[in-house]
T-cell receptor
């Protein structure tokens, strides 16, 4: 009964490095999304996908790329990490869309030095 | 544009007190959905409730209750007889059918002291 699985749980990067945050769900959900959580700002939507092959930008997309080749996976790529991307990242999925109940992964804590 | 305001940054109560967390929202749409999520110290986000804009009935679930008032654009959350396990950050969120995203408030950190 895995739900939404995120890896890694923790990561430290140097400025300019690239990495991919992994997200997988086993609930056959069409909608998947990535949020970042910063102190005092709640969660802000980075990118979302309404199905395989379809992605769109959220509120704070700059510096991040996504793709959705399968229903299960929705990786988030940082091409050139910056200190401003230090945050906690959450992946979420729902059955239909952004208006549906979101099921969240455990989060990835990322530090960019 | 959608916006959610949780004016209370932190609240501290003593166990068994009742506490209300405020949530005020803004949207242009007539069809929208309101949510509350709980984030305990362990960090995960736990869904508590979803309410659509056409259902203004208050909801009660055990010690939790929610008061939705469209006239004041508010969706407040009350915990009755609070317990230490209620200590968490609580987020109110809003989503409509237009943008397919969910906007969160900044969260309210609730501390329940024994």
């Amino acid at each position: 009964n895995a739900g939404v699985t995120q890896t890694p749980k923790f990561q430290v990067l140097k400025t300019g490095q690239s990495m991919t945050l992994q997200c997988a769900q086993d609930m056959n959900h069409e909608y998947m999304s990535w949020y970042r959580q910063d102190p005092g700002m709640g969660l802000r939507l980075i990118h979302y996908s309404v199905g395989a092959g379809i992605t769109d930008q959220g509120e704070v997309p700059n510096g991040y790329n996504v793709s959705r080749s399968t229903t299960e996976d929705f990786p988030l790529r940082l091409l050139s990490a910056a200190p401003s991307q230090t945050s906690v990242y959450f992946c979420a999925s729902s059955s239909t869309g952004g208006w549906d109940i979101q099921y969240f992964g455990a989060g990835t804590r990322l530090s960019v030095l | 544009a959608q916006k959610v305001t949780q004016a209370q940054t932190e609240i501290s109560v003593v166990e068994k007190e009742d506490v209300t967390l405020d949530c005020v929202y803004e949207t242009r749409d007539t069809t929208y959905y309101l949510f509350w999520y709980k984030q305990p110290p362990s960090g995960e986000l736990v869904f508590l409730i979803r309410r659509n804009s056409f259902d203004e009935q208050n909801e009660i679930s055990g010690r939790y209750s929610w008061n939705f008032q469209k006239s004041t654009s508010s969706f407040n959350f009350t915990i009755t007889a609070s317990q230490v396990v209620d200590s968490a950050v609580y987020f109110c969120a809003l989503s409509d059918n237009r943008d397919n995203d969910m906007r969160f408030g900044a969260g309210t950190r609730l501390t329940v002291k024994p």
